[in-house]
C-alpha cells in the first residue's frame, strides 16, 4: 500500500501512531538510563546488635555468637553494632572501631544491601530493645532505606524461650555443684515494664529446682529477697551465676567483687559460702542457639 492510496485522515492517524512507537521507545530507554528507578536487585545482611563489652575477656563470647551465626547463614553477608556509647569509645582508644546500629545500617543501605535483618543480642526486650526497634524502623521508611527490614526478638521474649534458657542454665553449672547448695543467678533488672521477665525466670527456675534463686542488680527481685529465701531454704552455700551474656562489669564487680556492696561480701556477711561463676549466657552455644532461632524466625520473612 503505497501513501497516495491513503487519506488525509489516515495519513494523520498513520504520523500519531509513529510518533507514539517512537515516545515509547524513547520513554523505555529514559527509564532504563535512571538506574535508580528500576527495582535494585536483592543484597541480604544480617546485622547483630549488642549492647557491647570493653572486657576482652567477656567480648569473646561475642566471638562464639558470630561464628555460629556465619555457620548457619554462610550466604549472608554479617555485621555487628554496639549501643553502647561509652564502650564505643572506650573500644575506639584501643583502636577497635565499632559502629553504632544507626551508622551500621547506614552503611549496609549505602553499601546497596536492601533486605537486612537485625538481631537483638539482648536478654530481655527492655528500652535498649525499644531504642533500637525505632532506629531499624526509621530505615523502613527512608527514602534511601530498605526494601525489607526485619528484627529478631531478644532472648527471653516467650514462655518458650524463658523454659528453654532456664534449662540450658541449670545443665550448664559447673559439675561441682551439689543439690543441697544454692544458686543465685544475678539478672541485670530495670525500670521498664520488660523487668517481668526476671520474676517470671524466678518461677521457672523454681518449678525445676528449689534451691535456684534469681535477683537483679537495677530491678525486682532485689538481693534482699533472695537473702530471705536463701535463709527459708537453709543453705550453707551458694553459687553465683550471672543471668546476663556476658559475665562483664557486673559479674566481675556487682557480684563476684571485693566490695562491702558485692552479692558476694553481702552473702558471706549472711554466713553463706559463696562460689562465684564467671560466665556469661552467651558463652553457652544451647543459649546462643535461642538467639539464632529468633534470627532465622526473622530471616523467614526477608526475600
Ligand atoms: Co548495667
Keep these: 500500500m503505497s501513501i497516495d492510496f491513503l487519506g488525509r485522515k489516515q495519513v494523520r492517524g498513520l504520523i500519531i501512531s509513529l510518533a507514539l512507537v517512537g515516545v515509547l521507545i524513547l520513554g523505555t530507554a529514559a527509564t532504563a538510563a535512571a538506574g535508580h528507578h528500576s527495582p535494585k536487585a536483592d543484597k541480604q545482611a544480617i546485622l547483630l546488635v549488642t549492647f557491647g563489652t570493653s572486657n576482652s575477656e567477656a567480648a569473646k563470647v561475642f566471638e562464639l555468637i558470630d561464628a555460629m551465626a556465619r555457620k548457619r547463614f554462610p550466604d549472608t553477608e554479617i555485621r555487628w553494632a554496639y549501643t553502647s556509647v561509652i564502650i564505643r569509645k572506650k573500644l575506639a582508644k584501643q583502636g577497635k572501631l565499632l559502629d553504632a546500629p544507626v551508622v551500621a545500617l547506614a552503611k549496609l543501605a549505602d553499601e546497596g544491601y536492601t533486605q537486612v535483618a537485625v538481631q537483638s543480642l539482648h536478654v530481655i526486650p527492655g528500652q535498649e530493645f525499644d531504642d533500637l526497634r525505632a532506629v531499624v524502623a526509621s530505615f523502613a521508611h ?99 551465676v550471672p543471668l546476663m551474656s556476658v559475665a562483664g562489669d557486673h559479674a ?26 564467671l560466665k556469661g549466657m552467651a558463652a553457652d552455644p544451647a543459649i546462643v542457639d535461642v538467639w539464632l532461632d529468633h534470627l532465622a524466625e526473622a530471616v523467614k520473612h526477608l526475600n
Excluded at 252 to 277: F, H, Q, Y
Design 142 to 240: 527512608h527514602p534511601e532505606g530498605f526494601t525489607n527490614v526485619v528484627m529478631g526478638m531478644p532472648l527471653l521474649t516467650s514462655v518458650q524461650d524463658m523454659e528453654r534458657v532456664a534449662r540450658a542454665v541449670l545443665k550448664g553449672l559447673p559439675a561441682e555443684r551439689k543439690n543441697d547448695e544454692a544458686v543465685v543467678l544475678m539478672g541485670h533488672g530495670t525500670h521498664h515494664r520488660a523487668n517481668a521477665v526476671y520474676p517470671a525466670m524466678a518461677f521457672i527456675f523454681s518449678r525445676l529446682d528449689p534451691r535456684v534463686f534469681v535477683g537483679t542488680v537495677e530491678g525486682y527481685p532485689e538481693l534482699d529477697l533472695v537473702r530471705e529465701q536463701i535463709r527459708e531454704s537453709g543453705v550453707k552455700t551458694a553459687w553465683l
Design 252 to 277: 566481675l564487680n556487682d557480684m563476684a567483687g571485693e566490695e562491702d556492696d558485692s552479692w558476694k561480701s553481702i552473702l558471706t556477711g549472711d554466713g553463706i559460702v559463696c562460689r562465684p561463676v
